[in-house]
């Protein structure tokens, strides 16, 4: 294990691990967590995304979990993160969409997600980005950086700590506005609760507007698919 610094962060760094978010919610546990700390992998044996679906992470890519104070669930931060890994991208000439809940498209084909987990008096923002390596997975199209771009995962680190600082802390009103610009499959029809409805917009709390003939909704979490 290594331990450094990066703006700000207490960064400590694996070869391989299981999954750095199992070893976040192990360090808070242990009582041994912080604000800004993140732990950070070149490879997982056991990575997992939402439902404990597995995440393949060969090395070459970027895996990090990052602990931040939380006294309580705020639906607004997945909207942050997902801007914030959106604009790490932009800055090599990638352009990104957001697809809603939690993953980012390139030419429609996965290059990145987001694991948000609260334990404690801490939030859990689990990150994976294809750098150099891009797995085969049956249920959808993935990519990586460097099929647009000379990047090293080291770099892409230092922007992301960089444009997560900076949406994390920004006024909402100015995420919502981006998320927006960015977001795939807005004002289309998405699945909510077995019926297809327009996607409207964000609303101030975070929450997803759709839209069901003339009357509209408020939706939360997973009760959309796209």
Request: aromatic share 10%; proline share 2%; glycine share 8%.
């Amino acid at each position: 294990m290594g331990c450094s610094e990066l703006a700000g962060y207490k960064v400590l760094s694996f070869d391989k691990i299981s999954s750095t978010q199992t070893y976040a919610h192990d360090m808070i546990a242990q009582g041994k967590a912080s604000d800004h700390m993140v732990i950070v992998a070149a490879a997982q044996y056991a990575g997992r995304g939402r439902y404990r679906r597995k995440w393949v992470s060969h090395h070459g890519n970027l895996y990090a979990s990052f602990i931040f104070n939380s006294v309580e669930r705020d639906p607004r931060l997945s909207y942050a993160v997902a801007v914030a890994i959106a604009e790490t991208l932009i800055s090599y000439g990638v352009s990104p969409l957001i697809k809603w809940p939690n993953d980012i498209l390139v030419n429609n084909a996965k290059i990145s997600g987001v694991l948000i987990e609260y334990a404690g008096r801490f939030v859990i923002v689990g990150v994976g980005i294809n750098v150099h390596t891009n797995p085969t997975v049956a249920e959808y199209k993935t990519t990586r950086i460097d099929e647009y771009a000379d990047v090293e995962v080291t770099d892409v680190m230092s922007r992301l700590v960089k444009n997560l600082d900076k949406f994390i802390n920004a006024d909402f009103d100015s995420v919502r506005k981006r998320w927006m610009e960015l977001a795939a499959g807005l004002n289309k029809l998405v699945k909510y609760r077995g019926e297809m409805v327009e996607l409207i917009g964000v609303n101030d709390n975070g929450a997803l507007v759709v839209r069901r003939g003339p009357e509209y909704l408020l939706v939360h979490g997973d009760e959309i698919s796209m």
